[in-house]
């Protein structure tokens, strides 16, 4: 597996025509134009999110002998409950609900070179669970029942770009998990297509530059979890160019050597590798499923299903009117949060090359268990009132650091299409010089350019982990 990795991967090395459409920049007009055409988008259509109580949800129904939560097609997804069992952490054995969507989706992005940049086929999407509705999404975000026309709705615009042949060149493609703690298993199919044909245009879509976009992702709530995820599986080169003017210099510099193979880093590829594989093998995550209605620790009333002191999660139904999907009504379980989640990157200068301290994170519903995670990612109000030694390691020093560390810091949505008002703080901080080398069981020091390899392959890093990597490119 090392040797593979080293060696080949499935998408191409570094492009630099992603890097140059990265600098695209120049004219803040474009991004002020952009950010007005979003706004135009929500308001040209009808929108609206109700909840409602479980007997109000149409063609979903509890399994009258398992008490999950399930669509009458059969198809979209179900709440199940879960049971895990691990040696990692406080807690040996905990029930939740779990959602089971086993369908591969498309997360896609159409890209087009005019007048010798790169642009990305960007559409304005309303997701039932976003907190401010519409936010930028790839130019495809479909499950394989929408694309089958499941739900008996329209086509999924721009399809075709992926799915027949000679319509463009594939340049990344690669699957990628989602949120292991709420997801069972989920895995979409990032993948950036390049065409040469003139694109049908539609009020809905626009083309954008990386740049461009990457200015969005520095606001709140402007970019969603999808496009994230596919911006992080870019394989963008070392910028060659002088960096643009401002602070931070030194941080820019050494990310921009973190880019570069040639660069040194901390550890060989072939040590992360086997470091991550034996964690994976020494530590014990062992799941079952189990009825929804037998999980414990949990409560189920006619609108909600919560744990029983109030943490983590509830599950809810909503009924959603939007006029800019491909039904226009429908009705759908939703998994609410429980507070504003953390997800935070603590990155060094060593040596001059920036590197990035991630965790080896076990998670019930990640496919081998583990995956590599943000130094930090929680959601601290699940830990007021507990003992110190409940706390995730770093969360004192991620919460508590002077601003003039922060690099990044951005509260983006997570996935809208099932999760309602789940957002989480997105912060790269950089440590001081006499921070401290020496990794804790479970952390390891990355360059940029290693994580750029790893993300070549499925089930390295998770979903909050290439939102940070996203939000790092924005940063050079």
Sequence with gaps: MARDLLSAGHSPGPDARFTESAAATEDRASVKAALNWLTARRDAHTFEVTRVPFDELQEWSFAADTGDLVHRSGKFFTVQGHRVHSDYGKVPQWDQPIINQPEIGMLGFVVKETDGVLRCLMQAKMEPGNVNVVQLSPTVQATRSNQKRVHRGS??????????????????????????????????????????????????????????????????NMVNMDARTVLSCVPFARPTGAPAPGPHGDFRAALRRSLAPEEGALHPARAVLSWFTDTTARHELRTERVPLNRIEGWNRTADAISHAEGRHFSIIGARVTAGSREVLNWTQPLLAPHGLGLAALLVKNIDGVLHVLLHARPEGGHLHGIELAPTVQCTPDNYRGLPDGHRPRFLDQVTGVPQERVRFDAVQSEEGGRFHHAECRYTVIEVEDDFPIHEPEGYRWLTM???????????YLNVQARSLVACLHSLW
């Design 155 to 220: 086509s999924v615009r721009y399809l075709e770009y992926f799915t027949e042949p000679g319509r463009s060149d594939v340049l990344v493609d690669v699957l990628q998990s989602e949120q292991g703690s709420w997801f069972l298993g989920k895995r979409n199919r990032n993948i950036v297509v390049e065409t040469t044909e003139d694109v049908p245009p539609h009020d809905d879509y626009r083309w954008m530059t990386i740049g461009e976009i990457q200015e969005l992702l520095r606001m709140d």
């Design 449 to 459: 350019h290693q994580v750029t390899r790893l993300l070549r392959h499925s089930h």
